[in-house]
Structure formats: C-alpha cells, structure tokens
C-alpha cells in the first residue's frame, strides 16, 4: 500500500487538539507531527485544512440482520456497516444473541459468517439467553480464545432472551470470575407484561400505549436491579441505552461508590421525546424502540449525564425496520410492532450538531462518547479510538460548516424511514479512512464487501473516573 500523508487537519482526540499532519502506511499511523514530509513520489497528499480530525467513531451497540419477532431488522452486515462508513463509524459492536438451546460458539460461527460482508470492521458481544453449566463453561472460551469479554443480558423479554434473576447473578458471577464486563438491557420484563396486558384488556392497543407500557419506573427497577446483582457478583457492568433521569441518578450514586458501572444513551433519547407517539398509529410506528422515548424533561438530564461523565457513550441500538411492512404489519396490538430504529449513520452529525454546536458538551467529549471511550470500555483501545502512532488509521475528516437535511430518500441506511427525518445537521464526514484507505469521499462509500475484519478485543478493568 502507499504512503497517504494529511497535510493542515486540527487533530481532535479525547484529551487533545492540535493542529498537525498525519503518515498513514501499511494500515496503521506511522507518524504524526507538523510538517511532515512525503516519504516517496508515490505518496498520496489529503488537504484537510478547515477540516476536524477524529479517530473513526465507533458504535458499541448495533443489530444488523437481526431475526425479531417473524422479521429481521432491515440494514444486513453490508448496507449498515456501508451507512456507518459514510456516517465517520469505522467500527461497529453487534450481537451474538443464540437461541436457547443453542451452543454460543455455534451461534457466534453463524454470526461471523453473516457478518462477513462488512465493510467495517466489527465485534460482538454474547447476549446470553439461557443459563447452565455449558454455558458457563463456553463463556470463558469466548473470553480467552474469541476476543469476546462482553456478555449481553436482557431484563426484558423473558419469553425469548431475558433471563430470571437466578441466571442473572449466575451470568454475573462468571462474569466477574473471568475479569470479563456484563451489559444489561434494563427493563423489568415481568412489568412490561403486567402492564402491556393490562393495556390490551382496556382497549388500548394503539402504538402510543407501547409508551405506557413501559414507563420510566420500569427502566429504574431494573437498573437498580443489575446494579444490585453487579455489586453483590463484583461483576463490571455497562447498561445500554439508558433513557431516564431516575435511571442516570442511581447510576451516578454506583458510580459515586466507586463501582465499576458504566452507561451508554442512544441519539433518540437526547432528541426526540414521547411526543412523537401522538401521531397517527401508522406514523407513531416508527418511533417505538425499547426503552421508548421519554416526556421531554428527561433529555436535559441525559446532557448532563453526558456532560458530567455519568454516561461514557452514545451508542445507537441500530435496529431498523420499514415501516412499510415490517413496522406496519399489525397496527392493532403493539406488542407486535417490531422494536428498533435506525441511526448508525446519523450518530456523528446528530452528536455534533445538537451536542458540540450547541455547547452540551466539548468538541473532546464528542470524542470521547463515540470513540475513545467505547474502544477503552470494550478492549479496543488504542488501536482504535485514538489517533496515535501505532493505531489502526481509522480516520474521519470532519468538516463543520457542511450542512445537510436529514431524509429517508436520501439516507444509506435501508430503511423507508427515519425518525430524524428533516433535521437540520451541521458537520458531516468529508472523507473518512479505514484501516489506511479511504472508504468514503463525495458523498460515496467506496468501501469494497467483505473489507471488515472482525476484531478479537481484550479484557478490561477500568473504573469511570478512568474516562473522564
Ligand atoms: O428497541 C430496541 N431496542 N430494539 C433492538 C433490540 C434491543 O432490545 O436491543
Ligand atoms: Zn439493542
């Protein structure tokens, strides 16, 4: 491969920024500094004056192709990981999430085969869905032989992946005996199903009762829960797409402990609020997504959060259905609505545009909560998340003043929908580099099928105040 220099760009890191050139060979960051010199005739020269330099972001929460309820989120391994690319995310985390019944290594093998059409490169974590002494057995050969040392559990969802709370502190303790992290979908499955019944038998079967059904005390319940069972297991615990200020105040009161608890919030519930249920039954389809979104006054809470360190990461739960038959294929029960929306290619833009331009939080925070601090949570760093010698060049070129409508027309993401549709952004990827090529410029990904490599992560031990 041939040298490619970036001449004139402001490097941004999480705890940095600086005016400088980057020397890209063979994959990886050979040099940083100013004035750099080509190294040979052949070398390929990127201007990127008036341009922000980011290490690739990276998204720790994505599920493409995945089977729900008689349908499958509608990005696969190759359109998401193309949207990502275009939306400056070089590296997703996806699921492997068995069957019960099913070894998890089978599971992960079906997985990695799928998978391989990425075009950036990808993780998973293990969602475990049953518990027995196999199980156990099979989860430290993930930890030491597949780079996997992140184990899912759904609180929610018992009928299909959630697990009761025996096997929680079952998959807990393990956890914490191999050093590895659990992160918890925390809702109290057995109340969303109290609740959920109990909507139905009243007649109130509409989309927005998805809301009711699952409201803030809920998502409370649980994170108090996994917070219980982390303490008493000493597992480290990282809980996904956290969407309540009661949820962010018992994480912050772990934290405060000294526990080793991290959180992750998703785009949506910094945007968008309940609200959007109020439209038509056909329209409100498109907003629902576990946890769902929240009476408005919780999205300063999730800023702060975001602000003050309480939230590490914003991951997207990239999970998207078309409206168009598979969101609306029974509008009059919404339990059957397929849970999940898109945002793999939206994260940056949306994070940059309301978080950094609107002074929620620092153009390094930005950093941080899509990059640097994923790729330390999950054992990725610094060969990702990072603009260092020796890291992967995963690149993205960012120019602020690009201004762009956000559509379903126009999107890479393969969905007929978008719930950001019509936002204003500002600061968009110009060019974005993977593993030292460019894969994105123009407007176009130029990424060829298959170029991810799945990515062997290691075991951490961190504690938040470690990311501030
Ligand atoms: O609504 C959501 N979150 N769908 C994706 C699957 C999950 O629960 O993470
Ligand atoms: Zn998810």
Redesign the pocket.
Known sequence: MAFLLIKNGQIVTDSDSFQGDILIDDGKIQAIGRELEKPDLKTQVLDASGLLIFPGGIDPHV?ME?P?AGTVSSDDFESGTRAALAGGTTTIIDFVTPERGQPLLEALQGRKELAGKSVCDYGFHMSLTAWNETIRREMETCVREEGIPSFKV?LA?KETVGLEDRDLIAVMDTAARLGALVTA?CEHGDLVTYLSKKLLAAGRTEPRSHALSRPPEVEREAVVRALTFAKLTGAQLYI??VSTKEAVREIARAQAKGRPVFAETCPHYLLLDAREYDRSPAAAAAYI??PPLRPPEHKAALWDALKNGTLQTVGT?H?PFNLKGQKDRDLSDFTKIP???AGVENRLELLFTAGVLRKHISLRQFVRVTSANPAKIFGLFPRKGSVSVGADADLVLWNPAAQEIISAETQKQRCDTTIYEGFKIRGKPETVIAKGHIVFEKGEVTAERGAGRYLYRQKTNLLPSDLN
């Open positions: 599920h995945l729900v759904y969802y979908h996904v797409h997504m576990s739960d999970c849970n999940g929306v």
